[in-house]
């Protein structure tokens, strides 16, 4: 995604590409969120990058709709605050999900910041079960309501969760700069069925328009816009492409070539900001790794390392390029 400018339409449903443009000073409307990127070191790559094969795999292979994604190789947060005052979060501003949670409490010998709802004049307990499993392992709290602020926005009385169990994200959770997660998919994902953030943002009228977009920055800070586009984040026209459904961000695949070669007959693809993995079928992607000679990363099967030379994804009508 940092090569390109990516606007997710909520209200007509459907996902905009325009070529990016270095990043530059922004005005002050629509709301504009700071991201910043944490570089992984080799070592946590490869268990990032196996973690998430191991998510996609999941995914690809089962019609539950919620399987989300492991977050060991997401590298882009921003921050966000929860509570009256505002308790500062950093969280993972996520397409791949559709829930808000928070660490309640903190990991052993760990930095990250934690929601502590006896200090907030605006909580009100739920109490209800959350849950969600991941590869790794479970990721649990409950259900509480507070108030949320994500630059000049603010949802007062939003039902978010608190975890208090943190495990399944592993030792990139530990070690990673995030706190928290802020899902931006879509309702038919919510854990629980509460209401998404980003349907929370749209019914409170504080958005100019129904759609945020991303600017991810490469080895500099990155950000997203609530309410509209910036120009000066692209050139160009935005080309669209229709949803084909209103779960993750999910578009149909017109094809994946390799040079020339035509490499998988998928039919659809998840734009997903919370990994950074290009994923597919086993078998493709171990024909695709036949082709350009890559090597299993430390013998495990499905997760290659290699230079691409030229690989096109071809979502009707735009095309992503991997550089040469």
Request: aromatic share 10%.
């Amino acid at each position: 995604m940092r090569k390109y400018y990516v606007q997710f339409d909520w209200g007509q449903k459907r996902l905009g590409f325009a070529t990016a443009t270095q990043a530059v000073q922004m005005p002050a409307a629509p709301v504009h969120v700071p991201l910043s990127k944490r570089e992984l070191s080799f070592e946590e790559t490869v268990e990032a990058v196996n973690k998430g094969t191991r998510k996609w795999e999941a995914r690809l292979g089962k019609d539950d709709p919620v399987v989300i994604d492991d977050y060991m190789n997401a590298q882009y947060y921003g921050e966000i605050g929860v509570g009256t005052p505002a308790q500062k979060e950093m969280v993972i501003f996520d397409t791949g999900s559709s829930n808000l949670w928070v660490p309640n409490t903190r990991p052993f010998l760990t930095s990250h910041n934690i929601y502590d709802h006896s200090k907030s004049s605006t909580y009100k307990k739920n109490g209800t079960t959350f849950a969600i499993q991941y590869g790794s392992g479970p990721v649990s709290g409950v259900f509480s309501a507070d108030t949320v602020t994500i630059g000049d926005l603010q949802l007062k009385d939003y039902t978010f969760a608190e975890v208090d169990k943190t495990s399944g994200l592993g030792l990139g959770y530990r070690l990673g700069k995030f706190d928290g997660i802020l899902g931006l998919g879509w309702d038919s994902i919510s854990v629980g069925g509460v209401p998404t953030p980003m349907n929370a943002l749209v019914k409170s009228g504080q958005l100019p328009e129904p759609v945020f977009a991303f600017y991810l920055g490469n080895n500099q800070p990155g950000e997203l816009v609530f309410g509209g586009v910036d120009p000066k984040h692209y050139t160009g026209d935005f080309s669209f492409v229709p949803l084909s459904s209103e779960s993750y961000w999910e578009i149909k695949l017109d094809g994946v070539k390799l040079g020339s070669d035509s490499v998988s007959s998928t039919k659809s693809a998840i734009v997903d900001s919370g990994t950074s993995l290009l994923a597919g079928p086993k078998s493709e992607i171990a024909a695709i790794a036949t082709k350009l000679g890559a090597k299993s990363i430390l013998g495990k099967d499905g997760t290659w390392w290699t230079a691409v030379p030229s690989c096109l994804i071809s979502p009707s009508p735009w095309a992503v390029r991997t550089l040469p």
